[in-house]
T-cell receptor, first 111, second 112 residues
Framework: NAGVTQTPKFQVLKTGQSMTLQCAQDMNHEYMSWYRQDPGMGLRLIHYSVGAGITDQGEVPNGYNVSRSTTEDFPLRLLSAAPSQTSVYFC??????????FGPGTRLTVL | GENVEQHPSTLSVQEGDSAVIKCTYSDSASNYFPWYKQELGKGPQLIIDIRSNVGEKKDQRIAVTLNKTAKHFSLHITETQPEDSAVYFCAAPSNSGYALNFGKGTSLLVTP
């Protein structure tokens, strides 16, 4: 099993550009989440999904969209990137809804 | 939502000493408390977790204790080694119950 994979590892965007961060898991987990990590802030929940076709907002959802068309994939879309979205983004999956398994992260810089 | 407070933010110990990191939570209904270790440039990895029906859990040199009355839980690392140097996060279930709320992390440095 590859576990949770994320692409790209690094990305630089200009303000106003859009992009999609990819996340995939091969553990057949129902639950998937996106977090962002900023210095001194820990990890904050952006969006989560409890199964294909079902998503909901977390603590910091503004500026981000998600969809879950398959069990395996949970992409995160930035519609119009802002410097405040410079962060490290982690995707996680869970089979039980509590124990989370994290991907290696995407480091995003918005200029 | 669930508020998780973590202390200290930094901790420096000598190799062989013990390290203790403490977290408090606000929602008395929370029933699952994991600890994650994050090494530089990597994603967080689960190292130990505890559910509310037990007060302590051990796995070799690491242990977690839970005090439900006081709403706090702690990570204990004994006989620390330089490879224990990392950032450690505690967490508790989010409002939805399907994700986690994290503490702000403790940067542990173990010096030889």
């Amino acid at each position: 099993n590859a576990g949770v994979t994320q692409t790209p590892k690094f990305q630089v965007l200009k303000t106003g550009q859009s992009m999609t961060l990819q996340c995939a898991q091969d553990m057949n987990h129902e639950y998937m989440s996106w977090y962002r990590q900023d210095p001194g802030m820990g990890l904050r929940l952006i969006h989560y999904s409890v199964g294909a076709g079902i998503t909901d907002q977390g603590e910091v959802p503004n500026g981000y969209n998600v969809s879950r068309s398959t069990t395996e994939d949970f992409p995160l879309r930035l519609l119009s990137a802002a410097p405040s979205q410079t962060s490290v983004y982690f995707c996680a999956s869970s089979g039980t809804g509590d124990t989370q398994y994290f991907g290696p992260g995407t480091r995003l810089t918005v200029l | 939502g669930e508020n998780v407070e973590q202390h200290p933010s930094t901790l420096s110990v000598q190799e062989g000493d013990s390290a203790v990191i403490k977290c408090t939570y606000s929602d008395s209904a929370s029933n699952y408390f994991p600890w994650y270790k994050q090494e530089l440039g990597k994603g967080p990895q689960l190292i130990i977790d505890i559910r509310s029906n037990v007060g302590e859990k051990k796995d070799q040199r690491i242990a977690v204790t839970l005090n439900k009355t006081a709403k706090h839980f702690s990570l204990h690392i004994t006989e620390t080694q330089p490879e224990d140097s990392a950032v450690y996060f505690c967490a508790a279930p989010s409002n939805s119950g399907y994700a986690l709320n994290f503490g702000k992390g403790t940067s542990l440095l173990v010096t030889p």
